[in-house]
């Protein structure tokens, strides 16, 4: 039987389109995360959904 994939929550910078965060959805995001996710989207940064795993990269 297969290993059951775990979706990945990823945020990808808008202007140089590396990804720089991601956490595992299988965990609880904590009220830190929360308000980091919430800037970076409210900033123009792009949140996806991913159940292969991210390369994380820093931005150009």
Not at 1 to 20: D, F, N, T
Not at 45 to 53: A, K, T, V
């Amino acid at each position: 039987m297969a290993a059951r994939q775990k979706p990945i929550l990823g945020i990808r910078c808008a202007k140089c389109g590396e990804v720089y965060m991601a956490h595992n959805l299988a965990y609880p995001i904590s009220p830190r995360i929360a308000e980091e996710i919430a800037y970076s989207v409210g900033i123009g940064d792009i949140p996806f959904i991913s159940y292969e795993g991210v390369r994380l990269g820093m931005c150009s």
